[in-house]
């Protein structure tokens, strides 16, 4: 079945430490994306790419790196630079950035500072 | 920046009723998504009507698009216990000279009681 994979689904971070959320799909799509949802904001933007080896900065990229060396994945750090990594973070794609066709869901990664 | 915003926050009815959620935008757009969240998933795509269009259904969905009043809403008939759920619109956006990035309402949170 094509889809977004989203891996782990609960991730533990402590202070200061890096953490790197997974995002793998297979649906051929060349845009994907990363969201932040905190509860009552809805969802923010962080980094999106266009195309392999490719992407650029959302709404609130600080503390945030992504790398796409290949087709397939987007995988999301959340570094020590970032206060409050606190949050539910999803992962998308749609065939292209221009195309605004529907986006394709990840089931979402929860990450708790402890 | 938030483009999107659905109008209630939370609405409770009860199986069998019609619920209708509003949401307002900011500037032009090309298209207009609706989205579905089940609590703690991803997004799940309901449907999308393009700027020349007025009115799109899909089974017991209905929505309106009006851009002289940059605002759409989406109808749900004859609500079921399983509609509960966050739903959430969608518009298109521009990042540095990049068309296609999806901005994203807070959402309206549905609870249908049976």
């Known amino acids: 079945d094509g889809g977004i994979t989203q891996s782990p689904k609960y991730l533990f971070r402590k202070e200061g430490q890096n953490v790197t959320l997974s995002c793998e799909q297979n649906?051929?799509?060349?845009?994907m994306y990363w969201y932040r949802q905190d509860p009552g904001q809805g969802l923010r933007l962080i980094y999106y790419?266009?195309?392999?080896?490719?992407?650029q900065k959302g709404d609130i990229a600080e503390g945030y790196s992504v790398s796409r060396e290949k087709k397939e994945s987007f995988p999301l750090t959340v570094t020590s630079a970032q206060k409050n990594p606190t949050a539910f973070y999803l992962c998308?794609?749609?065939?292209?950035?221009?195309?605004?066709?529907?986006?394709?869901f990840g089931q979402g990664t929860r990450l708790t500072v402890v | 920046s938030q483009q999107g915003e659905e109008d209630p926050q939370a609405l409770s009815i009860q199986e069998g009723e019609n619920a209708t959620m509003n949401c307002s935008y900011k500037?032009?757009?090309?298209?207009l998504q609706w989205y579905r969240q089940n609590s703690g998933r991803g997004l799940v795509h309901l449907i999308l009507?393009?700027?020349?269009?007025r009115e799109k259904h899909s089974g017991r969905l209905r929505v309106t698009l009006d851009t002289s009043k940059k605002s759409s809403s989406l109808l749900i008939t004859a609500s079921r216990a399983a509609d509960t759920a966050s739903y959430f619109c969608?518009?298109?956006?521009?990042?540095?000279?990049?068309?296609?990035?999806?901005?994203f309402g807070k959402g309206t949170k549905l609870s249908v009681k049976p």
């Open positions: 500037t032009s757009i090309n298209n």
């Open positions: 649906l051929n799509h060349d845009a």
């Open positions: 790419s266009q195309i392999v080896n490719d992407f």
């Open positions: 998308a794609s749609t065939i292209a950035v221009t195309a605004l066709t529907e986006a394709f």
């Open positions: 009507i393009r700027s020349n269009e």
């Open positions: 969608a518009t298109d956006s521009y990042y540095g000279g990049s068309q296609g990035n999806l901005i």
